[in-house]
């Protein structure tokens, strides 16, 4: 039986261009700084952000963590949503390795974290407090269904850290699908941060990576705190290649996934015992709650899953379906026919 898999869009596979790339990369030593295709990779990547320079990472949860680290002293504050991803799936790395305190604020259904309770947390100069240095904002914001930060709030933030003196950290493991969902630059998006992280591995399709980008000085900073987290590679621009095609082919066709997930997000809507406002989907991600007389949770996922279908049960009650290159618009609708024998016999 062919899987169809909306647990989450890392487990797109490589395209055969990318495979092809990979084999023929020309590498080398990367930790010297003579990896070619690493050197290209972070190159784009920079342009693309509309930063000085970039540093090729394993994965999104090590970006983040060394931009954190490279923010931040140990015993520094930093301010983040109370859903984001740094707080509640990075293993709480930056405090168990970096002894940096998170300070959390509840996130808006939209993403946001309201400006005026992050104002009234950062500290003053007050014997009892840790300093605050740092501002994390995640765009898009996983937890609220995927929902892209505008412009106009990444500009307010920026307005106010800049008031107070403070960095700010963008956690953009989507933001080429938040660029796409508001549909303007992704430079528009990232020109308020101080350091931005984004994902190679997800909507993009390449099999590993991801980019921290910055300032020169910044970069700098930041390739020494990879190496020491264990993130400096050697031949690694066989996965740099496979991230050249992702940046250079891959951005323009998160658009079908979005249209995938609104058409997903229409289909269930009209089951009933599924909760979900089709408003809220603005990118590729859809949660849902099931709330059923005779179906569980439990038994819900279960059956899905024995016709093929799998996706995450986040919470009680609580689904996350992730669109993504292996997802068909076919797909799409077996999905909702599917979860209407189940739920509507
Ligand atoms: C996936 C993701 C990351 C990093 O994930 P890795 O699996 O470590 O590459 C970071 N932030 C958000 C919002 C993510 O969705």
């Known amino acids: ?21 990979m084999s023929l990369a020309e590498v080398g030593d990367d930790v010297l700084e003579e990896d070619p295709t690493v050197n290209k990779l972070q190159e784009l990547a920079a342009h693309k952000i509309g930063k000085e320079s970039a540093l090729f990472v394993p994965s999104g949860a090590m970006g983040n963590l060394v931009s954190v680290l490279t923010h931040c002293q140990r015993g520094d504050e930093v301010i983040l949503g ?15 390795l970096g002894g940096i305190h998170p300070r959390t604020v509840p996130n808006e259904d ?20 840790p300093p605050t240095r740092l501002i ?20 307010a933030t920026a307005s106010l850290a800049a008031r107070h003196n403070l960095k700010i950290h963008l956690d953009g493991a989507r933001i080429f699908n938040a660029a796409m969902a508001l549909s303007t630059d ?42 020491m987290v264990g993130g400096g590679m050697r031949q690694a621009g066989h996965l740099a290649a496979a991230g050249i095609v992702a940046l250079e082919k891959m951005t323009a066709r998160l658009k079908e996934d979005h249209d995938n997930a609104q058409i997903l997000a229409c289909g269930l809507a ?14 590729n991600i859809v949660f849902f ?57």
């Open 1 to 21: 039986m062919k899987i169809i898999d909306l647990r989450s869009d890392t487990v797109t596979q490589p395209t055969p261009e990318m495979r092809e790339a």
């Open 289 to 345: 709650e099931l709330n059923h007389p005779k179906t569980t949770p439990g038994e819900f996922l279960e059956r899905l899953k024995s016709m093929g279908i799998k996706i995450l049960l986040i919470d009680r009650g609580v689904f996350r379906a992730v669109l993504n290159r292996g997802v068909s618009r076919d797909h799409v609708d077996y999905f909702v026919k599917s979860a209407q024998n189940i739920l509507q016999p």
């Open 186 to 227: 992704v430079r528009e998006l990232t020109r308020q941060a101080d350091s931005v992280m984004f994902c190679l591995s997800k909507g993009l399709s390449a099999p590993v990576g991801s980019l921290v980008c910055g300032t020169r000085d910044f970069i700098h900073k930041a390739r020494k705190v990879r190496k």
């Open 110 to 129: 939209d993403g946001t974290l309201p400006l005026d309770r992050v104002e009234r947390l950062i500290r003053g100069p007050d014997i009892h407090y």
């Open 82 to 96: 109370d859903r984001c991803h740094i707080l509640l799936n990075e293993v709480g790395g930056i405090s168990a």
């Open 270 to 283: 009209r089951i009933d015992g599924i909760r979900l406002d089709p408003k809220n989907v603005k990118t």
């Open 136 to 155: 994390c904002l995640e765009n898009t914001q996983n937890y609220c269904s995927g929902a892209p930060l505008p412009v106009s709030y990444m500009d």
